[in-house]
């Protein structure tokens, strides 16, 4: 019996000490700062991974690589050559976004991405390649990659 005490007595002093750690009623002033929280309550903003600056309808018109968006969060998800030029649809899960890239370009080409009524536009400079500002799109399939070549060569992607 007194060996069963023993171990609710223990049991017991667990469990204050366990209070007292974690403070339940709080105090005001106790000189520990409290976290402030960053979006209303009752809001779901998404949590975005560290340097992704945008997500869905708020990337469309933006660059993938500023707002974070390519790189490892993003993925080539079709893709055709078009003359000698490689033209594809990049997509970020992460950001909701797509975008197109042009390689092996000349100057004067253009490339373009639509997803649904959303288009943007990028022209091949000096370097053979560009790539267009985002379009929202929550399926990488929505998206469609065209370019025009300055030979007067045309071509789209279809999904893969």
Do not use: H, N
């Not at 975005?48 to 933006?62: H, K, R, W």
């Amino acid at each position: 019996m007194a060996l069963f005490l023993v171990g609710v007595v223990g049991a017991l002093l667990l469990m204050a000490g366990a209070v007292l750690l974690i403070d339940l009623g709080g105090t005001e002033d106790a000189g520990v700062a409290t976290a402030t929280p960053s979006a209303e309550p009752g809001t779901s903003a998404p949590r975005l991974p560290a340097g992704v600056e945008c997500t869905g309808a708020d990337c469309t018109g933006q660059d993938p690589e500023t707002m974070g968006c390519g790189g490892q969060f993003a993925d080539t998800v079709a893709k055709v050559t078009v003359g000698g030029a490689l033209v594809e649809v990049r997509w970020s899960e992460t950001c909701g976004a797509a975008w197109a890239r042009i390689t092996q370009g000349s100057p004067g080409d253009t490339v373009s991405i639509t997803a649904g009524s959303s288009e943007q536009k990028g022209a091949v400079d000096a370097d053979a390649e560009a790539y267009t500002p985002m379009v929202a799109t929550g399926e990488a399939s929505y998206a469609k990659a065209c370019a025009t070549l300055a030979s007067g060569a045309t071509g789209c992607t279809t999904p893969e």
